[in-house]
């Protein structure tokens, strides 16, 4: 009995790692001074597209100078007829079709993991009276880490927070597990 509880402990361990490994892997931990300096940015709302764009995430509905032209009422492109006539003219109809069923699972992926932004949800995050507050909650909402979040509102005497080692968060997970390990081991022992 004690050996398959030990077991379940190490089995927990493990998946909190592979956890804390694929948030730092997939760009999905944010640093709170990163925020507070984008939001304290000139471009606010640019510093941020960019700073989205360059962990994978697609913006979408960017406003441009010029205004988009009227859609036309016939659509001619499409992926297939792209890669058919331009990238992949010499491939053969399997690889093409390959490469488009590739594309539509990487397009459903992005859209449920909720790495497309939307540019009117960021314009009123910005406009929002607490902004790095709201961009937080949002980003912790699409499955996000923030951390080195001040427990207490800084004010403008208190200097930027200082970005957060990766062995901080390590310590913080190891913390954790720690706790989850003495908490199984407490249950078992009643």
């Known amino acids: 009995m004690k050996n398959s509880s030990e077991a379940d402990i190490l089995a927990v361990v493990e998946s909190a790692k592979r ?10 931990v944010w640093e709170y001074s990163l925020l507070s300096r984008i939001m304290k ?3 606010p709302i640019g510093r941020m597209i960019e ?4 962990r994978g995430n697609a913006v979408v509905g ?9 859609v036309p009422a016939k659509t001619h492109w499409s992926l297939p007829v792209h890669l058919r006539r331009s990238c ?3 491939s053969s109809e399997a690889d093409i079709l390959a490469v488009v069923e590739s594309a539509k699972r990487a397009v459903s992926n992005l859209l449920r993991t ?16 607490d902004t790095i507050g709201r961009m937080i909650e949002e980003l912790e909402s699409r499955g996000n880490a923030v ?16 970005d957060v080692p990766v062995e901080a ?18 249950k078992q022992a009643k």
């Open 19 to 28: 956890a804390a490994s694929n948030l730092m892997r997939t760009g999905r």
């Open 41 to 43: 940015s000139p471009d």
């Open 51 to 54: 700073e989205l764009q360059s």
């Open 62 to 70: 960017i406003p441009t100078k010029d205004p988009a032209p009227a």
């Open 88 to 90: 992949m003219r010499t």
């Open 114 to 129: 909720g790495r497309v932004w939307e540019y009117s949800l960021l314009s009123r995050i910005m406009q929002s009276p």
């Open 147 to 162: 951390v080195g979040i001040p427990t207490e509102a800084p004010t403008a005497a208190v200097p930027a927070v200082p």
């Open 169 to 186: 968060i390590t310590h913080d997970i190891e913390c954790s597990i720690a706790f989850i390990q003495r908490f199984l081991q407490n």
